[in-house]
């Protein structure tokens, strides 16, 4: 039973901008803070930003001043749009309950071209 579903990812030259989307069950969106992380090649999964149900936001400091995280409340969807992208961006994006994550989806790739 998938409760999270990470799509938009995509190739994108340097510089460019993408959004994903999260879209998450009912349960999960109303109640949960619910986070995005990315995992590049041979590197730990990262955490990016999260997002609370009151729409209390945090991004992590290496991405915060070219990423930004927000919710729309009547498609059960979080988003990340990711502006101004680099080749060191490249990784698959998930999204999951911060802190207590569900079983992990397959992500999506974003791949950003030099």
């Known amino acids: 039973q998938v409760q999270l579903v990470e799509s938009g990812g995509r190739l994108v030259q340097t510089g460019g901008s993408l959004r994903l989307s999260c879209a998450a069950s009912l349960t999960i969106f109303k109640t949960q803070a619910i986070a995005w992380y990315r995992q590049a090649p041979g590197k730990e999964r990262e955490f990016l930003a999260q997002i609370t149900p009151t729409e209390a936001t945090h991004v992590t400091r290496a991405v915060k001043d070219r990423f930004a995280i927000s919710r729309d409340n009547g498609k059960n969807t979080v988003y990340l749009q990711m502006n101004r992208l680099q080749v060191e961006d490249t990784a698959v994006y998930y999204c999951?309950?911060?802190?207590?994550?569900?079983?992990w989806g397959q992500g999506t790739q974003v791949t950003v071209s030099s």
């Open positions: 999951n309950i911060e802190g207590s994550p569900v079983p």
